[in-house]
């Protein structure tokens, strides 16, 4: 049964145990998720998809996302360069020819999406959708994307997921998605350090100049071993000194086609999913764990707990990772 068909926009408070751990406030132009263990907001108009900017925060520490927002959508792609706006600046996409399949770009172009909500036990889930309208020379418009977010009691992160079911038959078609979300700094003033589980930690400093995505920290699938974990994160300063990590993680590596982790007024922590042929009506998606973490180790346990996983459902008896 799909999320959608489960409950719309229905705002009860949970009467006691777990459930009353977390709490769901509906405003015009946003939701408030408030668990034990964070706080969040899914914006329903203006720069839309996700988990909204400035607004992820572990109760833990204080700490506080510093960017534009967590698991933000784009648009569908493919490869090599068309004469279709998608800017040759190499400096914002370096030499990586790829041209749009379907926009608009979500997040700032959707304007608006309707967030509907399941509340399960021990757990809340947010599902966004979107249908692509904007087709690229040669292709269709028309699918669609699914975005899903479970927040649960007791847990410092968000499992999430989306799903593309694309009207298009391609050679190769790929999406785009930030994630865990970009990083806004001066300097190196709001994180300590960044990590890239298929290279390693990254001091601050290594991002106080602009850079191409293709300059430094490129991922290409195929160009060397496949990493054992998918893990991108940073490790924020709270009042000053090292504090946790936030952490996005793609539960299946193999599912990443290429990703970004380069310095343009800001470290932009592009990701791109799929990047393989797809037959008309085909579904295609990944699964995320984006969330609050003590340390590596920490990042490593819980990605093991969910490795493999391709697909976050949501049925009438609470959620599973497929």
């Known amino acids: 049964m799909r ?19 977390i709490q769901v406030q509906d405003f015009d132009d946003h939701l408030a998720i408030k668990t034990d263990q964070l706080e969040a907001k899914i914006r329903k108009k203006g720069y839309v998809s996700g988990i909204a900017q400035g607004s992820f925060v572990d109760k833990k520490t204080g700490a506080r996302e510093a960017g534009f927002g967590l698991h933000i959508m784009d648009f569908l ?3 090599g360069w068309r004469d279709d706006g998608y ?10 020819p790829k041209h749009y399949v379907e ?4 997040c700032t172009q959707a304007k608006a999406l ?6 399960g036990k021990d757990f809340v889930a947010v599902e966004l959708s979107y249908q692509f309208h904007q087709p690229g020379k040669g292709y269709k418009a028309g699918s669609v994307w699914t975005q899903t977010l479970v927040f649960q009691a007791g847990k410092r992160y968000v499992l999430c997921g989306e799903t593309i079911k694309s009207v298009n038959a391609a050679d190769n078609l790929f ?10 700094h001066k300097a190196g003033d709001t994180f300590t350090q960044v990590y890239l589980s298929y290279h390693g930690v990254i001091p601050a400093k290594e991002f106080r100049r602009d850079f191409g995505p293709d300059e430094k920290f490129l991922y290409q699938r195929g160009k060397g ?20 990590w936030l952490a996005g993680m793609t539960l299946d590596p193999d599912l990443v086609h290429e990703a970004w982790c380069h310095q343009r007024g800001y470290i932009c922590f592009i990701q791109e999913l ?29 990605y093991d707990r969910y490795k493999g996983k391709r697909t976050l459902l949501v049925t009438g008896n609470g959620f599973a990772l497929r």
């Open 3 to 21: 999320l959608s068909l489960l409950l719309t926009l229905l705002l009860v408070p949970a009467a006691s145990g777990q459930e009353a751990m």
């Open 77 to 79: 792609l493919a490869p």
């Open 87 to 96: 800017t040759r600046d190499q400096k914002l996409h370096g030499d990586l």
């Open 103 to 106: 926009g608009p770009q979500i």
């Open 114 to 119: 309707t967030p509907r909500i399941a509340r």
């Open 175 to 184: 999406y785009r998605i930030d994630m865990p979300g970009h990083v806004k």
């Open 225 to 244: 071993k496949t990493p054992e974990r998918f893990i991108r994160a940073y490790q924020l300063k709270v009042g000053g000194k090292p504090g946790p």
């Open 274 to 302: 799929h990047g393989r042929a797809v037959r008309e009506g085909e579904v295609f998606g990944a699964a995320y764990v984006v969330g609050y973490f003590d340390d590596l180790d920490d990042m490593h346990r819980t």
